[in-house]
Protein backbone atom coordinates (compact mmCIF):
# COMPACT_ATOMS: atom_id res chain seq x y z
CA UNK A 1 0.00 0.00 0.00
CA UNK A 2 1.32 3.42 -1.02
CA UNK A 3 1.73 6.31 1.87
CA UNK A 4 -0.65 8.13 0.30
CA UNK A 5 -3.14 5.44 0.47
CA UNK A 6 -2.03 4.47 4.41
CA UNK A 7 -2.74 8.53 4.76
CA UNK A 8 -5.83 8.87 2.82
CA UNK A 9 -6.90 5.62 4.76
CA UNK A 10 -5.95 6.62 8.73
CA UNK A 11 -7.16 10.19 7.45
CA UNK A 12 -10.76 8.06 7.84
CA UNK A 13 -9.99 6.20 11.32
CA UNK A 14 -11.78 6.67 14.18
CA UNK A 15 -8.88 6.36 16.26
CA UNK A 16 -6.95 9.36 14.73
CA UNK A 17 -10.46 11.38 14.44
CA UNK A 18 -11.07 11.10 17.98
CA UNK A 19 -7.40 11.64 18.70
CA UNK A 20 -7.36 14.71 16.84
CA UNK A 21 -10.86 15.73 18.06
CA UNK A 22 -9.05 15.38 21.52
CA UNK A 23 -6.05 17.93 20.75
CA UNK A 24 -8.16 20.41 18.83
CA UNK A 25 -9.96 21.02 22.26
CA UNK A 26 -9.40 24.75 23.62
CA UNK A 27 -7.75 23.34 26.93
CA UNK A 28 -5.69 21.04 24.90
CA UNK A 29 -4.26 23.04 22.42
CA UNK A 30 -3.52 25.90 25.56
CA UNK A 31 -1.36 22.73 26.85
CA UNK A 32 0.01 21.63 23.61
CA UNK A 33 1.03 25.57 23.16
CA UNK A 34 2.37 24.96 26.90
CA UNK A 35 4.51 21.96 25.68
CA UNK A 36 6.16 23.85 23.45
CA UNK A 37 7.44 26.76 25.18
CA UNK A 38 8.88 23.89 27.66
CA UNK A 39 10.89 22.61 24.62
CA UNK A 40 11.67 25.85 23.12
CA UNK A 41 13.54 26.82 27.00
CA UNK A 42 14.40 23.72 27.94
CA UNK A 43 16.69 23.47 24.45
CA UNK A 44 17.87 26.95 25.03
CA UNK A 45 19.23 26.15 28.60
CA UNK A 46 20.63 23.12 27.63
CA UNK A 47 22.36 25.04 25.10
CA UNK A 48 23.24 27.51 26.90
CA UNK A 49 24.97 25.04 30.17
CA UNK A 50 25.85 22.71 27.62
CA UNK A 51 28.11 25.37 25.75
CA UNK A 52 31.23 24.31 27.06
CA UNK A 53 30.86 20.66 25.69
CA UNK A 54 29.95 21.85 22.67
CA UNK A 55 32.85 23.78 22.10
CA UNK A 56 34.92 20.66 22.45
CA UNK A 57 33.44 18.43 20.78
CA UNK A 58 33.53 21.57 17.69
CA UNK A 59 37.38 21.59 18.17
CA UNK A 60 38.03 17.90 18.25
CA UNK A 61 35.90 17.53 14.70
CA UNK A 62 37.67 20.86 12.94
CA UNK A 63 41.04 18.98 13.85
CA UNK A 64 40.07 15.57 12.86
CA UNK A 65 38.89 17.83 8.99
CA UNK A 66 36.37 15.02 7.88
CA UNK A 67 32.97 16.62 8.37
CA UNK A 68 31.13 17.35 11.18
CA UNK A 69 27.76 15.88 10.53
CA UNK A 70 25.60 13.16 9.93
CA UNK A 71 22.38 12.98 8.75
CA UNK A 72 19.30 10.88 9.38
CA UNK A 73 15.83 11.05 7.75
CA UNK A 74 12.84 10.20 9.84
CA UNK A 75 9.12 10.94 10.06
CA UNK A 76 7.94 13.94 11.61
CA UNK A 77 4.26 14.92 11.84
CA UNK A 78 1.53 13.80 9.33
CA UNK A 79 4.39 11.17 8.28
CA UNK A 80 6.77 14.26 6.83
CA UNK A 81 10.27 14.38 6.71
CA UNK A 82 12.08 15.52 9.20
CA UNK A 83 16.34 15.80 9.18
CA UNK A 84 17.76 14.85 12.37
CA UNK A 85 21.52 15.88 12.50
CA UNK A 86 23.96 14.94 15.09
CA UNK A 87 27.90 15.11 15.10
CA UNK A 88 29.93 12.18 13.29
CA UNK A 89 32.18 9.76 15.31
CA UNK A 90 33.90 11.80 17.23
CA UNK A 91 38.00 11.44 17.43
CA UNK A 92 40.17 11.41 20.77
CA UNK A 93 40.55 8.27 21.40
CA UNK A 94 39.31 7.27 24.70
CA UNK A 95 38.56 11.40 25.34
CA UNK A 96 36.07 10.82 21.99
CA UNK A 97 34.46 7.48 23.20
CA UNK A 98 33.95 9.36 26.87
CA UNK A 99 31.81 12.20 24.98
CA UNK A 100 30.19 9.96 22.83
CA UNK A 101 28.60 7.82 25.95
CA UNK A 102 27.07 11.16 27.83
CA UNK A 103 25.31 11.79 24.41
CA UNK A 104 27.98 14.79 23.33
CA UNK A 105 27.19 13.73 19.61
CA UNK A 106 23.32 14.51 20.02
CA UNK A 107 23.70 17.85 20.51
CA UNK A 108 22.48 19.07 17.13
CA UNK A 109 19.47 17.79 17.71
CA UNK A 110 18.61 20.53 20.51
CA UNK A 111 18.24 22.76 17.04
CA UNK A 112 15.57 20.36 15.94
CA UNK A 113 13.55 20.76 19.06
CA UNK A 114 13.93 24.57 19.02
CA UNK A 115 12.93 24.36 15.11
CA UNK A 116 9.79 22.42 16.36
CA UNK A 117 10.60 19.42 14.52
CA UNK A 118 11.17 17.24 16.97
CA UNK A 119 10.05 17.51 20.97
CA UNK A 120 11.17 16.33 23.98
CA UNK A 121 8.83 13.95 24.52
CA UNK A 122 6.38 12.03 21.85
CA UNK A 123 6.51 9.20 19.68
CA UNK A 124 8.97 7.73 18.59
CA UNK A 125 11.43 9.16 15.33
CA UNK A 126 10.91 6.42 12.94
CA UNK A 127 12.83 6.32 9.96
CA UNK A 128 11.13 6.76 6.36
CA UNK A 129 9.64 3.53 4.50
CA UNK A 130 8.56 1.72 8.14
CA UNK A 131 4.48 2.35 7.17
CA UNK A 132 3.86 2.71 11.22
CA UNK A 133 4.89 6.77 11.07
CA UNK A 134 1.78 7.18 8.96
CA UNK A 135 -0.41 5.48 10.20
CA UNK A 136 -2.52 5.79 13.86
CA UNK A 137 -3.22 8.70 16.05
CA UNK A 138 1.02 8.85 16.47
CA UNK A 139 1.11 10.94 13.26
CA UNK A 140 -0.93 14.02 14.84
CA UNK A 141 2.39 15.10 17.09
CA UNK A 142 5.79 15.72 16.28
CA UNK A 143 8.54 12.91 17.55
CA UNK A 144 9.60 12.98 20.57
CA UNK A 145 13.76 12.28 21.87
CA UNK A 146 11.68 10.04 24.61
CA UNK A 147 8.64 8.69 24.87
CA UNK A 148 6.32 5.86 26.40
CA UNK A 149 8.09 3.17 23.94
CA UNK A 150 11.86 4.62 24.83
CA UNK A 151 11.08 4.55 28.36
CA UNK A 152 10.04 1.18 28.55
CA UNK A 153 6.36 1.89 28.45
CA UNK A 154 3.54 -1.36 30.03
CA UNK A 155 2.87 -3.73 27.80
CA UNK A 156 2.15 -3.59 23.97
CA UNK A 157 3.96 -3.24 21.10
CA UNK A 158 5.89 0.29 20.49
CA UNK A 159 3.43 1.70 17.64
CA UNK A 160 0.13 1.05 20.25
CA UNK A 161 2.41 2.86 23.05
CA UNK A 162 2.74 5.55 20.72
CA UNK A 163 -0.75 5.72 19.68
CA UNK A 164 -2.14 5.70 23.29
CA UNK A 165 0.22 8.08 24.21
CA UNK A 166 -1.38 10.65 21.36
CA UNK A 167 -4.61 9.68 21.92
CA UNK A 168 -4.39 10.12 26.08
CA UNK A 169 -1.59 13.42 25.74
CA UNK A 170 -1.38 15.10 28.47
CA UNK A 171 1.33 18.05 29.70
CA UNK A 172 1.57 16.23 32.61
CA UNK A 173 2.57 13.15 31.18
CA UNK A 174 5.14 14.09 29.51
CA UNK A 175 6.27 15.72 32.66
CA UNK A 176 6.27 12.22 34.07
CA UNK A 177 7.54 10.33 30.90
CA UNK A 178 10.56 13.10 30.58
CA UNK A 179 11.70 12.41 34.80
CA UNK A 180 10.83 9.52 35.22
CA UNK A 181 13.44 6.46 35.21
CA UNK A 182 13.53 4.35 32.30
CA UNK A 183 11.56 0.65 33.15
CA UNK A 184 14.21 -2.08 32.49
CA UNK A 185 13.03 -5.79 31.29
CA UNK A 186 15.01 -7.50 34.05
CA UNK A 187 16.32 -11.03 32.80
CA UNK A 188 16.37 -14.45 35.57
CA UNK A 189 20.21 -15.59 35.65
CA UNK A 190 20.38 -19.21 35.79
CA UNK A 191 23.04 -20.16 38.94
CA UNK A 192 24.25 -23.46 37.43
CA UNK A 193 27.79 -23.62 37.16
CA UNK A 194 29.85 -24.46 33.85
Not at 50 to 67: K, M, S, T
Not at 70 to 96: I, Q
Not at 137 to 151: F, H, I, S, W
Request: glycine share 12%; charged share 25%.
Amino acid sequence: MSTQAMERQEDRSPDVARAAQRLGRPLARVSLLLKRLCDIALALVMLVALLPLLIVVVGLLAFAGDGWFEKRMRLGRNGRSVVLTRFRELPGGAFGRALERIGARELPVLLAVLRGRVSFVGPRALPPGTGSGYTGPRRLMAPGLTGPAQRGGDGGSPDSLDDAYVANWSLWGDARLLFSRPKVAHHKVSKSSS
